[in-house]
């Protein structure tokens, strides 16, 4: 545990020194290994995908098989059971190869399970190479260009609310702003701050976007940035939206994963695709899916290509891809492949209420579909019968748009359990910055606080 410690300020330590990071993010075998599988799923149709895809799979499985989880598994990948964040979180060590050099990370647990996890130092370089492909086209890149970054950073204690409120590396390349102390009083500064930065590319966690947004209008101060890169969290077609239209800006989101498994990205709203060098992908239907105005949530299963130190297969991702209500075998598989686009990331599986009865009500994530003028929304249930919505919104929303939110929420939510508004400045979020999509505060339970629908189930209580 100490040298793990030790590690983790190394690597943070590293992070903000630009030439020791960009040697180990920039290294030129890896980086031309990923685009020559990249080029060659580009070249292939559909046949020729699968089999580059099977060939990539067995060098992942030969890999896990050195680890104490795969030792006494199949080469198959049919016959490889399905892997659950559980079992890493038990024994981490498992699933672990070892190797002359090895890079501590961690899930922060939005996802329901916080993570212990290791990568190897040609895992970091391949998750550049191929977040630089992602970028290319628009003449950018990691190790260029001006990017600033307003994400979960807190540059120095919350308490102190005197500017400045970022820090620099790179050699004035980068800068991470601390999103903390994003208020209606610091904007100005942050504004001002950004402008003289210049920024070629800006990369938020979308709650740090709805905030900036919203402060922005607020306030009636301008700022204007030529490409907006968002991940960690769902993005809204109307967040996407505002995006593009407040900051100027080519908006581009990417979903991924900190156990480097699966990786996609939209360049438009509700127009995602799957980048399948990355990683073999399995969308699997169940009875049990709901299917709501022509679409179907189908749970993630991913295979990283580029995970040496830590393979994971068949991986349980706990997110769900929206695809349409119709798409047969063929479909999913193309989608699986990169050749045909799905609607995006759902809410996570453990994204759910409970009703009076303790049953769940899942499937939460279609509530703020299509209201206008909402940024992001977060559901808190504190007791069995009430749940309170909390609003971050513009300054347009009005009672329209309000009577929208509550005809959602009804079509999900029993009138068994009472619904409240509140329209809120700023949402709750993790240590890490990430912002829960529901937070589950139920008194007599071990459920409380941000990230609380991550804990196990309900439990019979006299209390409730």
């Known amino acids: 545990m100490k040298a793990r410690v030790r590690l983790t300020k190394l690597v943070s330590q590293a992070k903000r020194s630009g030439g020791i990071d960009l040697s180990l993010r920039y290294d030129p075998i890896v980086r031309a290994r990923v685009f020559r599988s990249i080029a060659a799923f580009e070249r ?3 046949a020729a995908r699968r089999k580059l895809t099977e ?4 060098k992942v499985i030969a890999q896990a098989r050195k680890t104490v989880y795969g030792r006494s598994l199949p080469d198959g990948y049919a016959h490889w059971p399905v892997l659950h964040k559980q079992q890493i979180r038990d024994a981490p060590q498992s699933f672990t190869v070892g190797g002359l050099v090895r890079v501590p990370a961690s899930t922060g647990g939005t996802s329901g399970v916080p993570l212990t996890l290791w ?14 492909r992602l970028l290319a086209h628009r003449g950018l890149s990691w190790r260029k260009s001006r990017i600033a970054v307003l994400r979960g950073d807190l540059v120095k204690d919350v308490s102190e609310q005197r500017p ?3 820090v620099e590396s790179h050699w004035g390349r980068r800068l991470v702003l601390s999103s903390p102390h994003l208020s209606p009083t610091t904007i100005g500064w942050y504004v001002a701050r950004l402008r003289d930065f210049r920024p070629d590319l800006l990369w938020l966690y979308p709650t740090t976007a709805a905030n900036l947004l919203r402060l922005l209008a607020e306030t009636g101060l301008e700022l204007h940035v030529p490409t907006v890169l968002t991940s960690s969290e769902v993005l809204s077609t109307t967040l996407y939206r505002e995006l593009e239209a407040v900051l100027g800006a080519t908006v581009v989101d990417h979903y991924g994963l900190a156990e480097r498994s699966c990786f996609a990205f939209a360049e438009e709203p509700e127009r995602y695709f799957f980048q399948p060098a990355y990683g073999r992908v399995e969308l699997l239907p169940s009875p049990d899916d709901s299917v709501l105005a022509g679409r179907r949530n189908l749970r993630i299963l991913a295979t990283g290509f580029w995970t040496p130190a830590m393979p994971l297969v068949r991986y349980d991702t706990g997110d769900f891809a929206i695809v349409p209500a119709e ?5 999913l598989d193309a989608m699986t492949l990169g050749l ?10 453990q994204s759910f209420i409970y009703r009076p009865d303790r049953s769940r009500v899942a499937g939460l994530d279609q509530i703020p579909r299509e209201v206008s003028n909402l940024l992001q929304v977060q559901l808190v249930q504190s007791r069995l019968d009430r749940v309170t919505i909390r609003v971050l919104a513009m300054p347009g929303f009005g009672e329209t748009d309000r009577a929208k939110l509550l005809a959602n929420a009804r079509a999900k939510i029993p009138l068994s359990v009472d619904i409240d508004f509140e329209m809120v400045d700023r949402l709750e979020t993790t240590s890490n910055g990430k912002t829960p999509y529901v937070i589950l505060e139920l008194p007599g339970t071990q459920l409380s606080g941000a990230g609380a629908s991550a804990l196990p189930p309900l439990q019979p209580s006299a209390t409730l």
């Open 44 to 46: 292939g149709d559909l």
């Open 55 to 58: 060939a990539l799979t067995a």
């Open 119 to 132: 990568r190897s130092l040609s895992s970091v370089a391949a998750e550049t190479a191929f977040l630089d």
């Open 164 to 166: 400045p409120f970022s």
């Open 327 to 331: 798409a047969g075998p063929k479909e």
């Open 340 to 349: 045909l686009p799905f609607f995006g990331i759902a809410g996570r599986d």
